[in-house]
């Protein structure tokens, strides 16, 4: 279900401007409009899920077409290193409640500290 107010739904109603770099059925990439890396998209899907926490397990499938559309982002543009984040919950982070990964490249994300 679309939420009316919801930032992502309306990029993906083209009601607001966004950079699409790629589709698929179920997914959207597009340029984060403030990057934090030389390559800084953000892979949201086309219904509205407000975070991992709140997807059902049929809307898993969107998940899996996500990381299809990561894939095929990267092997587009002859990128072999990137990372995938998503935040989940304010205090994790999230700030759009619209689920979305961050498809980030072109710089160590590590390099502050976090080790994983
Ligand atoms: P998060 O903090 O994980 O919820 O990430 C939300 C991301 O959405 C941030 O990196 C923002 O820079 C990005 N963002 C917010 N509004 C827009 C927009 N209109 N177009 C593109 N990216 C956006
Ligand atoms: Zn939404």
Redesign the pocket.
Known sequence: MAAPSC?FCK?IRQE?P?AIIKENQAAIA?????PRAPVHY?IIPKIHIESVAHMSDTEATVAAQMLILARDIAADAGIVGFNLIT?NGASA????MHM?V?FLAGKDIYEHGLSL
Do not use: C, P
């Open positions: 930032i990029i607001i966004s597009i340029k984060d409009i403030s953000l935040n982070g999230q700030s759009v979305h961050h």
